[in-house]
């Protein structure tokens, strides 16, 4: 069973910047998209932004004009790179790649992201 490893989680000051990593652990056939979500303490997960395999991104409201999702669909690897971070980011942050295979999709365990004021 192939699994997604997030890293590149931490705690930043308010400001300040983080870039998350997700990589597959063996190879992912028919990759759709990609993507960033998110799960903040006491609600539930979010969207982040998504790309598609030719590219398209889409982004949550919230993280426009902050933060830019880029990929590799060769590789299996999808970036986060998360800029100008405001404490309402702080949430476990996962990663998830859709196929057009069985089973379908598959999500990361999560990488913490914590943002102090």
């Known amino acids: 069973q192939v699994q997604l490893v997030e890293s590149g989680g931490g705690l930043v000051q308010a400001g300040g910047s983080l870039r998350l990593s997700c990589v597959a652990s063996?190879?992912?056939?028919?990759?759709?998209?990609m993507g960033w979500y998110r799960q903040p303490p006491g609600k539930q997960r979010e969207l982040v932004a998504t790309?598609?395999?030719?590219?398209?991104?889409n982004y949550a409201d919230s993280v426009k004009g902050r933060f830019t999702i880029s990929g590799d669909n060769a590789k299996n690897t999808v970036y986060l790179q998360m800029n100008s971070l405001k404490p309402e980011d702080t949430a476990v942050y996962y990663c998830k790649i859709e196929s057009g295979y069985r089973p379908y999709e598959y999500w990361g365990r999560g990488t913490q992201v914590t943002v102090s004021s």
């Open positions: 063996g190879t992912i056939f028919g990759t759709l998209a």
């Open positions: 790309i598609t395999k030719d590219g398209r991104t």
